[in-house]
């Protein structure tokens, strides 16, 4: 039997994470007087990520070349701890900014070296308002709001 590589435990991770969605999922009405309940795309959606991750654990033990998988370094390492940290502070500043500022923030940080800093800006803000829009007036999604009501 050959030995796990890092892909293939980061597919059992993924398994793992999908198994705890969909019993959790199985919670939810799968449907509903009018349609599909609040548990179909859950289902649907977590059953499909157990898939992809059993057949990547699979993959990722036959492939050779996933034993030279290595830790990011240098420049690579910096980008990856910038994004967990900005999820972080996403996740944390959510409750109090609400989630119109949050997104933008968090949009204008990762965009910050793409684009001149202007650009960003409105392509953040209007990301966010227009996703605020979709999900809070259109589908009545309750989303995180501040203290000023936006």
Known sequence: MRKLNANAWAGVFLL???IVFLIKS???????????GPGFFPIWLSGALLVL???YIISSMRSESS??????????????LF???SMILFV???????????????L?????????WYINLLTSAGVSVLLYVVFAIVLEVQLPVSALGW
């Open 83 to 85: 994004l967990l940290c």
């Open 26 to 36: 199985f919670s939810y009405a799968y449907s509903s007087e009018v349609g599909p």
């Open 108 to 116: 204008f940080a990762l965009l910050y070296k793409a684009y001149k």
């Open 16 to 18: 793992l994470v999908a």
């Open 67 to 80: 034993d030279k998988v290595t830790f990011p370094s240098g420049k690579s390492l910096k980008s990856v």
């Open 53 to 55: 991750a059993v057949i």
């Open 92 to 106: 944390a500043l959510l409750p109090y900014l609400g989630f119109i500022a949050c997104s933008t923030l968090f």
